[in-house]
């Protein structure tokens, strides 16, 4: 019979590499001569012209807005795609949710609508790193929670 492969990973950073190393084996074992391009496709919202550029544009837009520390969170954060977290947010979203950390409440909003965040711990350890800065104290998790039920409502089905 036909054997078969399974991967897994619990590290996301070695999810590419593991992936690629099980497209590898699949094709050895299906005598298929392409070889995996995971290594060299470009990651959705990664800058073209390098950090760089993207932390200088970021900037542009944003500097009237936001601290720099936040911008530079955001840019490093999200990619190209820091724009989307802003879009549409109100002043209030723009504010950090902790002056620990440079992540803003925009980021929460974010999470929720876009990527499936449905929890208080989805939003401080699984979405932003809140919760391993050690700082998820019973304030922050108040907001977290305010800001879930604000806008889960608005979750795209």
């Known amino acids: 019979g036909m054997p078969v492969v399974t991967a897994t990973t619990v590290k996301f950073t070695a999810g590419r590499r593991v992936a690629e190393q099980a497209t590898d084996r699949v094709c050895q074992i299906l005598r298929h001569q392409a070889a995996c391009r995971t290594a060299t496709t470009v990651l959705p919202g990664a800058p073209v012209g390098g950090v760089e550029g993207l932390l200088g544009e970021a900037k542009a837009k944003l500097e009237a807005k936001l601290d720099a520390d936040v911008i ?46 449905t929890s208080v711990e989805d939003l401080l350890a699984r979405r932003t790193e809140l919760g391993a800065r050690g700082l998820a104290d019973a304030a922050l998790r108040e907001r977290a929670e305010e800001i879930l039920a604000a806008h889960s409502a608005e979750v795209r089905s």
């Open 72 to 117: 530079e969170h955001l840019a490093r954060s999200y990619g190209t795609d820091f724009a989307r977290v802003l879009a549409d947010a109100a002043p209030s979203l723009l504010t950090r949710v902790s002056e620990d950390a440079p992540v803003i409440a925009a980021q929460w909003v974010h999470a929720i609508r876009e990527e499936m965040a």
